[in-house]
């Protein structure tokens, strides 16, 4: 059974940093393809952020030079650490992996940017 438990989020100014963690069982990250994604009110989850299993990584056009993501293999976790924060940054963050034939996401977590 895959399941992750996302942390770290939270309030925080613009220009300022966060880094969320995703810590997984029943899949080994770092042999895995896994991606962030964030959501905004009312609208469809954006993948903001993927890594492949060989360690080659994406990004969103409006987070690249500031968001990097990472792995640990010897936590099991990835990691999303955001730099330069604005107020658009502000949604729910998801980690998600497919792994045959299913879509696991964790619980969600949220970052608001805002003085």
């Known amino acids: 059974q895959v399941h992750f438990v996302e942390s770290g989020g939270g309030l925080v100014q613009p220009g300022g940093s966060l880094t969320l963690s995703c810590a997984a069982s029943?899949?080994?990250?770092?042999?895995?393809?896994m991606a962030w994604y964030r959501q905004y009110p009312g609208q469809q989850r954006e993948r903001v952020a993927e890594?492949?299993?060989?360690?080659?990584?994406t990004y969103l056009d409006s987070v690249k030079g500031r968001f990097t993501i990472s792995r640990d293999g010897r936590k099991n976790a990835l990691y999303l650490q955001m730099n330069n924060l604005i107020p658009e940054d502000t949604a729910v963050y998801y980690c998600?992996?497919?792994?045959?034939?299913?879509?696991?996401w964790g619980q969600g977590i949220l970052v608001t940017v805002s003085a």
């Open positions: 998600q992996a497919p792994l045959e034939a299913e879509t696991y």
């Open positions: 029943g899949i080994t990250v770092s042999m895995a393809y």
């Open positions: 890594i492949f299993h060989r360690g080659d990584t």
